[in-house]
């Protein structure tokens, strides 16, 4: 097994690039299966859940090409409508299959992706908009069963703006009869992004990222070029390592309104934020201050995803910070592991009160899911002295090739193997 060992307490300075974003990656891949053609797909992540993406593309039966940060799916030979339990089970996102190939194949035959280390994570709002739609769906045991001879558009009111049952929803639907009205949607720019993509292939997806989404139903999609937008939750982690291991950093390739609902937290702790078109600098006090209280929420509220590497910001501040996890009920695994650095942080229930230390002392953790890992290599970069974090499999999910973009900002990390899997505890799957 790999693992990072990070020699801390370096400063570091200059520029870093944000690559495209994974929770836009993964449907866009997915929906993919709708067009007959070859999809162009840009700025295409190289993560490990984007190749199970691909993986289960060809499985099948479309042909998969990679060149550079480019991807091309042609679908136009879908000969299979069924996904192993063991591949559903390595991602929480396949599930975002069920609505593509009821689109494509008239019906599925898949799996439950599974519960995982941040929440139990139900699929029952997903089913539910898909029986909504007019498709017979069926589970027996962890296998589920769907067909539908034609999606017939509905008003569909979601109790709870899930990102993934959005995302079937729009799936399902861009290619059926009638009108599908979705009330209280997910508004995440992930959504947009699919929706844009969608579109071009000749969609008729009106109002994402907006409090209702109408989407008019089309007898079929053409192909399209798509150019996936910037990682937020990447960039925010960069922002998070800039306020405590740098001066001044900049982060390149970012989409300046995607990123607003983490600003006022920076600005909050003392950071200046220099915002040019597609990037923006960081440049931190010599103390950060304490924010009195962050809630997670949907977009365009504080994301889930960032909390912990903010966490880390946090419990380098002056001053006791609160932060309030409200959409994973078991979202604070990593923190745990977190205080072997140094950290003090209590949690009560959802809510984790940060009390703010002078500094980090290097440790040996393992990461438990994926953001909480870069929290890990967030806290082992601010610690003087050498760590090491295991279990990085969960880290490589959202991160491409970690260790050269922080290498290229003079962070001292490099990805070991062997050593590392003596030390190894088994940490179960996680399924962001
Ligand atoms: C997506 C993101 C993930 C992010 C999350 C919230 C991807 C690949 N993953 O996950 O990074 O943290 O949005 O921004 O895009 N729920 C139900 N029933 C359902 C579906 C969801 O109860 O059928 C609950 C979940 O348990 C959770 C909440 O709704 O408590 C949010 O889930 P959802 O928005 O669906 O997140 P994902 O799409 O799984």
Do not use: W
Request: glycine share 8%; proline share 4%.
């Amino acid at each position: 097994m790999e693992y990072f060992k990070i020699n801390g307490g370096k400063k570091l300075f200059g520029q870093i690039s944000v690559h495209g974003a994974k929770n836009s990656a993964l449907p866009i891949l997915a929906s993919t299966l709708l067009i007959k053609g070859e999809s162009v797909i840009h700025n295409c992540p190289d993560l490990s859940d984007v190749r199970v993406t691909l993986d289960i593309l060809k499985s099948l039966g479309c042909k998969v090409k990679r060149e550079n940060d480019t991807v091309l799916v042609d679908a136009s030979n879908v000969t299979n409508n069924e996904i192993s339990e063991k591949t559903m089970r390595t991602m929480r996102s396949s599930i975002i299959f069920l609505s593509a190939l009821l689109s494509r194949q008239g019906s599925a035959s898949i799996f439950y992706p599974g519960g995982c280390e941040i929440g139990v994570r139900p699929i029952d709002l997903h089913l539910k908009a898909l029986k909504d739609l007019g498709a017979n769906v069926s589970v027996n045991g962890s296998s589920i069963n769907a067909d539908a001879a034609l999606i017939i558009g509905t008003k569909i009111i979601l109790p709870f703006p899930s990102v993934g049952t959005t995302e079937n929803i729009i799936i399902a639907s861009a290619i059926s009869k009638g009108k599908t009205v979705i009330v209280n949607p997910a508004r995440e720019p992930e959504i947009s992004d699919l929706a844009d993509f969608l579109n071009h292939c000749g969609a008729k997806i009106y109002g994402a990222g907006e409090s209702t989404i109408v989407i008019d139903g089309v007898n079929s999609l053409y192909p399209y070029e798509h150019t996936i937008i910037p990682d937020r939750i990447l960039a925010s982690t960069y922002m998070s390592l800039g306020a405590v291991c740098s001066k001044e950093l900049t982060v390149n390739n970012i989409r300046q309104s995607h990123l607003s609902p983490v600003f006022p937290v920076f600005n909050e702790m003392g950071c200046k934020i220099y915002l040019s078109d597609n990037s923006l600098t960081l440049v931190s006090p010599k103390r950060l201050k304490r924010v009195k209280s962050i809630k997670t929420m949907p977009y365009p509220g504080f994301p889930t995803d960032s909390q912990s590497p903010v966490a880390v910001a946090l419990s380098l501040a002056n001053g006791t910070s609160i932060l309030q996890e409200t959409i994973f009920e078991n979202r604070f695994r990593y923190v745990s592991e977190l205080n072997r650095f140094g950290t003090d942080i209590e949690i009560k229930d959802n809510i984790a009160v940060i009390n703010g230390v002078d500094k980090l002392h290097c440790a040996n953790v393992h990461a438990t899911d994926l953001r909480g890992g870069a929290a890990l290599v967030v806290a082992a970069l601010c610690a003087s002295g050498e760590s090491n974090i295991y279990s990085i499999e969960h880290i490589d999910r959202g991160y491409e090739n970690l260790e050269n973009a922080l290498s290229s900002i003079g962070a001292d990390i490099k990805r070991s193997k062997n050593e590392g899997a003596t030390k190894e505890k088994t940490v179960k799957k996680e399924y962001e």
